[in-house]
Nanobody
Framework: QVQLVESAGGLVQAGGSLRLSCAAS?????????MGWFRQAPGKEREFVAA????????YYADSVKGRFTISRDYAKNTGYLQMNSLKPEDTAVYYC???????????????????WGQGTQVTVSS
């Protein structure tokens, strides 16, 4: 049973920064997994933000966050991070971390391809 717990969401002014954490548990190793971040604002569909492969550290970003957000992971802590800089009001959403076991038939940006999800953490960016 893989469990994911997000933390460190909060309220920040436009232009500010915030770092989200996603602590993973339930496996001896996550080297065969991909961790992704998705967000969902009220009335909108869940959208891809960023993803990272646990072993190689290959990263992927949505165009809307490139140059502002950085995804990373800490092997020793089994924890993923999403560093968010230059935040904009349109970044306001509930942010979810997700994970899936690697396979040939998967797309990193598709929420349907992830089978483990955290509870989500609220990020609010004020004007």
């Amino acid at each position: 049973q893989v469990q994911l717990v997000e933390s460190a969401g909060g309220l920040v002014q436009a232009g500010g920064s915030l770092r989200l954490s996603c602590a993973a548990s339930g496996r001896a190793s996550f080297s065969s997994y991909t961790m992704g971040w998705f967000r969902q604002a009220p009335g909108k569909e869940r959208e891809f933000v960023a993803a990272i492969t646990w072993s190689a550290g290959t990263t992927y970003y949505a165009d809307s966050v490139k140059g502002r957000f950085t995804i990373s992971r800490d092997y020793a802590k089994n924890t993923g991070y999403l560093q968010m800089n230059s935040l904009k009001p349109e970044d306001t959403a509930v942010y979810y971390c997700a994970a899936r076991f690697l396979g040939l038939n998967y797309y990193y940006a598709s929420s349907l391809d992830y089978n483990y999800w955290g509870q989500g953490t609220q990020v609010t960016v004020s004007s």
